[in-house]
């Protein structure tokens, strides 16, 4: 049912300096920042040939990832996405087989001004899963 990864997130506390070691250390090619006040980060998409990996840094009071790196001080994955043909069906197919779908359980419109979902990490080998409509 899933298909192409298509992106992995890490969590960062400092953006600039994590940019910097993607861009000269790794050799990637980086994005501007994006501030995306209403998911609560500030994002940089490091570009590769077969997937993206976005970078993301806390951004306002709320950020959702706000926690998550008060008990991963040096940064670490948060999420890996996944694509999906339809994301209604993939989640209905989910949940019949017992998973969790996090929040009311409706796809919102995620960064890519796509649906999108989250799974339980619990349900997912210990891993936080987006679900995205490709
Ligand atoms: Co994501």
């Given at each position: 049912m899933i298909g192409r990864l298509?992106?992995?997130?890490?969590a960062v506390a400092n953006?600039?300096?994590?940019?910097?070691?993607?861009?000269?250390t790794l050799g990637a090619e980086?994005?501007?920042?994006?501030?995306?006040?209403?998911?609560?980060?500030?994002?940089?998409f490091v570009n590769l040939q077969n997937t993206k990996i976005e970078l993301l840094e806390p951004l306002g009071d709320s950020?959702?990832?706000?926690?998550?790196?008060?008990?991963?001080?040096?940064?670490g994955?948060?999420?890996?996405?996944y694509e999906v043909d339809d994301i209604v069906a993939a989640r209905d197919k989910m949940?019949?087989?017992g998973a969790r779908v996090l929040g009311d359980g409706e796809?919102?419109?995620?960064?890519?001004?796509?649906?999108?979902?989250?799974?339980h990490p619990k349900d997912?080998?210990?891993t936080l899963t987006e679900l995205e409509q490709a």
């Open positions: 298509n992106h992995v997130a890490i953006l600039a300096k994590a940019t910097e070691t993607y861009r000269d980086v994005s501007k920042p994006q501030a995306e006040p209403e998911h609560g980060v500030t994002v940089v950020s959702p990832i706000a926690k998550f790196l008060e008990k991963n001080p040096s940064g994955i948060h999420h890996v996405c949940k019949a087989m796809p919102k419109i995620g960064a890519h001004g796509k649906p999108v979902l989250f799974l997912f080998c210990g």
